[in-house]
C-alpha cells in the first residue's frame, strides 16, 4: 500500500486514482492527526464488503447453531468458518 500526504496526494491525484484502479490500496494521511483515509478500486471495495457479509452471516450462523446446543463455543478457539450440518445424510459403512 503506498501512503501519501495530504498536499502529495492532491498534487499526484492521477497517480492516487490510477494505483487504486489496479488493485494497489492507497492511504492518505492528511498530517493533522485526524486518521487516514484508504482510496480503492470499486471492485476491490465490493469484494471487500462482500467478504464481510459472508463473515456476518457465518458469524450468526455460528451463534444460532451454539443457542440451539448443536454446538459449544469455546471462548478460546475462533469461530468455524462454516457450521457443520447437524442432520449429516446416512452414510452406508465402508
Known amino acids: ?3 501519501w500526504n495530504l498536499l502529495d496526494a492532491q498534487e499526484h491525484l492521477e ?8 488493485h494497489q490500496p492507497q492511504r492518505i494521511e492528511p498530517g493533522f492527526g485526524s486518521g487516514a ?8 471495495y465490493r469484494v471487500l464488503t462482500q467478504q464481510d457479509l459472508l463473515a456476518v452471516k457465518r ?7 451454539a ?8 471462548p ?6 462454516e457450521v457443520a450440518n447437524p442432520n449429516p445424510p446416512n452414510l452406508p459403512d465402508a
Not at 16 to 22: F, I, K, Q, S
Not at 37 to 44: A, N, T, W
Not at 59 to 65: F, G, K, M
Not at 76 to 81: A, G
Open 1 to 3: 500500500m503506498r501512503i
Open 15 to 22: 497517480d492516487v486514482v490510477d494505483g487504486a484502479l489496479e
Open 37 to 44: 483515509v484508504v482510496v480503492m478500486s470499486e471492485e476491490d
Open 59 to 65: 458469524s450468526r450462523s455460528h451463534a444460532i447453531a
Open 67 to 74: 443457542a440451539a446446543g448443536e454446538i459449544r463455543i469455546d
Open 76 to 81: 478460546s478457539e475462533e469461530p468455524p468458518h
